[in-house]
């Protein structure tokens, strides 16, 4: 079995693959063994991994399942006590793994961790992907220090100590194995968004730890399958973060929460129209809820099994306020603010 297992799931990366992969298989080599589950690219990966890397362990798998059921199929294949889910654009630095390792080792409530996330286009600034950790607020908004909605901030070492958090970003995430099974792993239906938050705070339920240990960081690239303003992204977030909060809400909480959404929801689409003349991400938001109401019954057991499984009555990341008040109205736009 392998101490940690670098996994890098890839589908027509060639470019970020040539570009990022020499830096994790030289600050990683001595500390980990990298493999890379290609999800049936035709932009002539494998071809390159074997040509320039053949270090690296690579995984075919037969057709694209997304990044949720990607990393479900090749880390089945790995046994390893810490998986490292690593985005195929991210720039690691020296010594980014030995904190992780390290942390984790001495933290057997910890089931995951992430590194801070800086952007490779300007090293000073935080990455929205991630930053320096993620929570949700009341109505199942994700945020982070050093990100909130479109707010990114520059990183001036104000977050630079260790911080529990709800979710770690998928770009960068260490977990234990164990945990990952037990939990369930990624859920593959939600295919990408919000995967990562739904599988962070099922561990919480159960009564396992996620922070953010600064002391390590990386550069991410961002955005690299899909870019910002796309429809089916906007489609994938919406449908996503509907089923994660109908599977993960105590139900003291379900009811409001989603009536709730169901107003904020349909405001957003009508201020992405009238404000933002965006057409396609109007429908999106429509379709987005057509699509949960259409498949909600789907995770009646999946909600069941993770009531059951709670051992959290409180969780302390995930925030009672709500976050479009306190943005909009209060004019909070960073992490401290908030505080």
Known sequence: MDKVAIVILNWNGAKM??????????????????????????????????RKFPECKTLVLE??????????????????????????????????????????????EVAACQPKLLSAFDHDMFEYAGASGGFLDRYG?????????????????QYDYQQAILWATGAALMIRSRD?????????RFFAHNEEIDLCWRLRIRGRKIYCLPESYVYHVGGGTLPKSNPMKT??????NLTMLY???PDAELRHVMRMRWVLDYLAAWEMLLLKRNWGDFKAVFRARHAFAKWKKDFEADRRAIQQSRVAKEIPEQCTFSLLWQYYAKGRKHYSDLK
């Not at 994790?24 to 074997?50: F, K, P, Q």
């Not at 880390?75 to 942390?103: C, G, K, M, R």
Request: net charge negative.
């Open 17 to 50: 693959l040539a570009q990022y992969m020499p830096a994790v298989l030289n600050y990683s080599r001595d500390e980990a063994v990298v493999y890379v589950a290609d999800n049936a690219s035709t932009d002539g990966s494998l071809e390159l991994l074997r």
């Open 63 to 108: 057709k694209n399942w997304g990044f949720a059921e990607g990393y479900n199929k090749a880390l089945a294949q790995i046994e390893a006590e810490y998986y490292l889910l690593l985005n195929s654009d991210i720039e690691v630095t020296h010594h980014w793994l030995t904190p992780l390792i390290e942390f984790m080792d001495v933290h057997p």
């Open 180 to 188: 990952y099974w037990e939990a369930g792993g990624l859920d593959g």
């Open 235 to 240: 489609f994938l977030n919406f449908r996503n």
């Open 247 to 249: 599977k993960c809400l």
């Open 141 to 157: 908004y994700p945020f982070c220090r050093g990100r909130i909605f479109d707010t990114v901030e520059r990183d001036n070492g």
